[in-house]
C-alpha cells in the first residue's frame, strides 16, 4: 500500500512540475502569430509566471510557511492568511510549488468568480480533499466500489451519481415533505437546551456538542426515517454510538485542513495526523452503515420499498430509482459526513448573532409571531415562505461567517482570469470569506444588518438595492453546489423559529 502511495505521490510531483505554464502560452501566441491571425485573449493577458504571491524557496517551496514557529501561515488561522494575502498581492494571487499537490490561485474579485462558474464545463472538477479520495478510491474501494458518491469524487462517476441524487435532494418540493421530521427534532432541542441549563440560567459549556446532536438526528430523521434518539431527555444510547459519530465527524474536519495544507506525507507513510483521519472515516462508514442496514431491514418489513408517497424517506426515494442499495447508502454516508458540522456551526453561528443584537431579535420575533400567532402551530412550508426576516438574518450571518469560507475549482482548460493566463490543471480557491466581508460589496460589512436583504422598497433602513449575486455563495454554484442546501435552510429556518417562537429571546443560548 505504501508503495502504491508513493507512486501517486510521483505522479502528482510529476503534473505539478508538468503544469504548461509558459509552454500552452508560448505554442498558442506562435500559433496565431504565424497563421497570421488576430490575437486571442489568451495571447493578449499577462504569463501566469507573472502573477503576485509569496515567493517560493528553493526546495521547500511555499509550504514551509506552514509549519510552525518558521513560517507564519497558522493553517487554524487560514482565514487571516487569505486576507492578509489579498492585503499584500490584491484581486489574484498565487500560491505556488508547494510540495504534493498544484499550484493554488486566491481570487478576491466577484467578478472573476462569476466569469469562471458562467463557463463551467459539465463536469466541474472541485479540488478538495484528496485525502478522502484516496480512502474512498484506494483504502475502502471494497465498499464505494465504482459508486463512490459526491464528496471528493470527479467526473464520469460523479457526474453518474449527482444525476442520480439530483432531483430526489434538491427539488424544492422534496424538503417541503420533511416538514414534520424537521420540526419535531427542533421542538426536542429546543425542549433539551431548556432542561440543559443550570441555576444560573447558563448553557453548558459545550452547548455546541448539543447542536450537532441536532443536526444528526435531523439529518436521521430525513435520510433514514430514523430517530437515533440522541436529543432525548433519557439519554441512553446503547451503542454510544452517536456521540462516536459526532465526534468522528469533528475529527474529520479538523484533520482534513491539515492533511491539504501542510506537506502531504501521508502520500508516503501512515502519519500519526493519517491514522486519526483514517479511523475517524473508519468510525462514520461502520455507525451509518449500520443505521442503514437498521433503516432497510425496517423498510422491507413494512411494505414495498418501491411504493413512494408523501411519507416516504429519502432512502426509499432514493432506491425506488436506483434499486441497488449501495447508491443509497454512500449518499447516506456523505450526508452525514457533511451533513452535521456545516448546519451546527451555521446555527451556531446565527444565535450568536441574534444574541449580540437584541433589536434584531425583536424583529425577528415580531416576524414570527405575525406568521405564527398560536405558539403550538404546526410549521408548514406556507409559513416559512413568509418569514422574509428570518431568511435575511441567515443569509447575514452567512455573509458574515461562512461556514465554507473558500471553494474552488481545477481548471480543465487554459483560461484568462483578471487579466493572467491560467493554465490547465491550475486550482482556483474562490475566497468566499474575504470576499463577503468587503465595504466594496457589502458595505459596512462589520455591522449585522439583515436588512441589506431585503427587496428595495421595504420601510427598513438599509434595505439592499442591488448585491452582487456572486459575492455571498455560502452553498457554492453551479452544477457541484451543495446538494443538502434545501434540507440545511429548513433545518436551520425551523430551529431558529422554534427557538425564538416561546420567548421572543435567544440570548440564553450563548
Ligand atoms: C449550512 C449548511 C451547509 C453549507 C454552508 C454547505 C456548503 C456547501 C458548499 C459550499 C459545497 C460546495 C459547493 C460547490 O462546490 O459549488 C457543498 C457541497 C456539498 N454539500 Fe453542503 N453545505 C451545508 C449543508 C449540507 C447538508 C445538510 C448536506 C447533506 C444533507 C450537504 C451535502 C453536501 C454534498 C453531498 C456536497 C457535494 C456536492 C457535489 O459535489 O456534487 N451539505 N456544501
Given at each position: 500500500?505504501?508503495?502504491?502511495?508513493?507512486?501517486?505521490?510521483?505522479?502528482?510531483?510529476t503534473?505539478?512540475?508538468?503544469?504548461?505554464?509558459?509552454?500552452?502560452a508560448?505554442?498558442?501566441s506562435v500559433m496565431s502569430e504565424l497563421?497570421?491571425?488576430?490575437l486571442?485573449?489568451?495571447?493578449?493577458?499577462?504569463p501566469?509566471?507573472?502573477l503576485p504571491?509569496?515567493?517560493?524557496?528553493?526546495l521547500?517551496?511555499?509550504?514551509?510557511?506552514?509549519?510552525?514557529y518558521?513560517?507564519?501561515y497558522r493553517?487554524?488561522?487560514?482565514?487571516?492568511v487569505?486576507?492578509?494575502?489579498?492585503a499584500q498581492?490584491?484581486?489574484?494571487v498565487?500560491?505556488a510549488?508547494?510540495?504534493?499537490r498544484p499550484?493554488?490561485v486566491?481570487?478576491f474579485?466577484?467578478?472573476?468568480?462569476?466569469?469562471v462558474f458562467?463557463?463551467?464545463e459539465?463536469?466541474?472538477h472541485?479540488p478538495?480533499?484528496p485525502s478522502?479520495?484516496y480512502?474512498?478510491?484506494?483504502?475502502?474501494?471494497?465498499?464505494?466500489?465504482?459508486?463512490?458518491?459526491?464528496?471528493?469524487?470527479h467526473g464520469?462517476?460523479w457526474c453518474?451519481?449527482?444525476?442520480?441524487?439530483?432531483?430526489p435532494?434538491?427539488q424544492p418540493?422534496?424538503?417541503?415533505l420533511y416538514?414534520?421530521?424537521v420540526?419535531?427534532?427542533a421542538?426536542?432541542?429546543?425542549?433539551r437546551?431548556?432542561a440543559?441549563?443550570?441555576?444560573n440560567?447558563?448553557?453548558?459549556?459545550?452547548?455546541?456538542?448539543?447542536i450537532?446532536k441536532w443536526?444528526?438526528?435531523?439529518?436521521?430523521?430525513?435520510?433514514?426515517?430514523?430517530k437515533?434518539?440522541?436529543?432525548?431527555s433519557?439519554?441512553?444510547?446503547?451503542h454510544?454510538?452517536?456521540?462516536?459519530?459526532?465526534?468522528?465527524?469533528t475529527?474529520?474536519?479538523?484533520?482534513?485542513g491539515?492533511l491539504?495544507?501542510?506537506?502531504?506525507?501521508?502520500?508516503?507513510?501512515?502519519?500519526?495526523?493519517?491514522?486519526?483521519y483514517?479511523a475517524?472515516l473508519?468510525?462514520i462508514?461502520?455507525?451509518?452503515?449500520?443505521?442503514?442496514?437498521?433503516?432497510?431491514t425496517r423498510?422491507?418489513s413494512?411494505?414495498?420499498?418501491?411504493?413512494?408517497?408523501?411519507?416516504?424517506?429519502?432512502l426509499?426515494?432514493?432506491?425506488?430509482?436506483d434499486?441497488?442499495?449501495?447508491t443509497?447508502?454512500?449518499?447516506a454516508?456523505?450526508?452525514?459526513l457533511v451533513g452535521?458540522?456545516?448546519?451546527s456551526t451555521?446555527?451556531a453561528?446565527?444565535?450568536?448573532?441574534?444574541?449580540?443584537h437584541?433589536?434584531?431579535?425583536q424583529l425577528l420575533?415580531?416576524?414570527?409571531?405575525?406568521?405564527?400567532?398560536l405558539?403550538d402551530?404546526?410549521?408548514t412550508?406556507?409559513?416559512?415562505?413568509?418569514?422574509?426576516?428570518?431568511?435575511?438574518?441567515?443569509?447575514?450571518t452567512?455573509?458574515?461567517?461562512?461556514?465554507?469560507?473558500?471553494?474552488?475549482?481545477c481548471?480543465?482548460?487554459?483560461?484568462?482570469?483578471?487579466?493572467?493566463?491560467?493554465?490547465?490543471?491550475?486550482?482556483v480557491?474562490f475566497?468566499h470569506?474575504?470576499?463577503?466581508n468587503?465595504?466594496?460589496?457589502f458595505?459596512?460589512?462589520?455591522?449585522f444588518?439583515?436588512?441589506r436583504?431585503?427587496k428595495s422598497?421595504?420601510?427598513?433602513?438599509?434595505?439592499?438595492?442591488k448585491?452582487?449575486?456572486?459575492?455571498?455563495?455560502?452553498?457554492?454554484?453551479g452544477?457541484?453546489?451543495?446538494?443538502?442546501?434545501?434540507?440545511?435552510?429548513?433545518?436551520?429556518?425551523t430551529?431558529i423559529?422554534k427557538k425564538?417562537?416561546?420567548?421572543?429571546?435567544?440570548t440564553?443560548f450563548?
Open positions: 500500500m505504501a508503495a502504491r502511495r508513493k507512486m501517486a505521490a510521483v505522479l502528482t510531483r503534473f505539478v512540475v508538468g503544469c504548461r505554464n509558459k509552454s500552452s508560448v505554442s498558442a497563421e497570421g491571425g488576430e486571442t485573449e489568451w495571447d493578449r493577458a499577462r501566469y509566471s507573472e504571491g509569496p515567493r517560493p524557496l528553493p521547500l517551496g511555499n509550504n514551509w510557511r506552514f509549519i510552525p518558521i513560517g507564519d493553517i487554524q488561522e487560514v482565514d487571516k487569505c486576507r492578509r494575502l489579498h498581492y490584491g484581486r489574484v498565487k500560491l510549488s508547494l510540495l504534493g499550484d493554488m486566491f481570487l474579485d466577484a467578478d472573476d468568480i462569476e466569469r458562467r463557463t463551467e459539465l463536469m466541474p472541485r478538495s480533499m478522502l479520495n480512502y474512498k478510491h484506494v483504502l475502502r474501494k471494497d465498499f464505494f466500489g465504482d459508486n463512490p458518491g459526491l464528496i471528493a469524487v464520469e462517476s453518474k451519481f449527482r444525476t442520480k441524487v439530483q432531483q435532494m434538491l418540493r422534496t424538503a417541503k416538514v414534520r421530521q420540526e419535531q427534532t421542538k426536542d432541542f429546543v425542549q437546551a431548556r440543559l441549563k443550570d441555576e440560567q447558563e448553557m453548558p459549556d459545550d452547548f455546541i456538542n448539543e450537532h443536526s444528526l438526528e435531523s439529518i436521521a430523521r430525513v435520510a433514514l426515517d430514523q437515533l434518539g440522541c436529543l432525548d433519557d439519554t441512553s444510547d446503547p454510544g454510538d452517536t456521540q462516536s459519530l459526532i465526534d468522528a465527524v475529527t474529520f474536519f479538523k484533520l482534513v491539515i491539504e495544507l501542510k506537506i502531504p506525507f501521508w502520500r508516503l507513510f501512515n502519519t500519526p495526523t493519517w491514522n486519526k483514517i475517524s473508519d468510525t462508514t461502520s455507525i451509518v452503515s449500520r443505521h442503514i442496514e437498521v433503516a432497510l423498510l422491507r413494512t411494505g414495498d420499498p418501491q411504493e413512494i408517497t408523501d411519507q416516504s424517506s429519502l426509499q426515494r432514493i432506491l425506488a430509482l434499486p441497488d442499495p449501495r443509497a447508502c454512500v449518499l454516508l456523505d450526508m452525514f452535521i458540522d456545516t448546519t451555521a446555527v453561528s446565527i444565535l450568536y448573532q441574534l444574541s449580540l437584541p433589536d434584531k431579535q420575533y415580531e416576524e414570527i409571531r405575525s406568521v405564527l400567532p405558539v402551530t404546526s410549521i412550508t406556507q409559513h416559512l415562505e413568509k418569514l422574509v426576516y428570518l431568511k435575511a438574518c441567515i443569509r447575514e452567512l455573509r458574515m461567517f461562512p461556514v465554507v469560507i473558500g471553494n474552488g475549482r481548471m480543465m482548460r487554459d483560461t484568462v482570469i483578471a487579466g493572467y493566463q491560467i493554465p490547465a490543471g491550475t486550482q480557491v475566497q470569506y474575504v470576499i463577503s468587503m465595504d466594496r460589496y458595505p459596512e460589512p462589520e455591522r444588518l439583515p436588512e436583504w431585503l422598497g421595504s420601510c427598513l433602513e438599509h434595505a439592499s438595492t448585491i452582487h449575486p456572486f459575492a455571498s455563495l455560502p452553498f457554492g454554484y452544477r457541484r453546489m451543495c446538494v443538502g442546501r434545501r434540507f440545511a435552510e429548513l433545518e436551520i429556518q430551529v423559529t425564538t417562537i416561546p420567548k421572543r429571546c435567544v440564553e450563548v
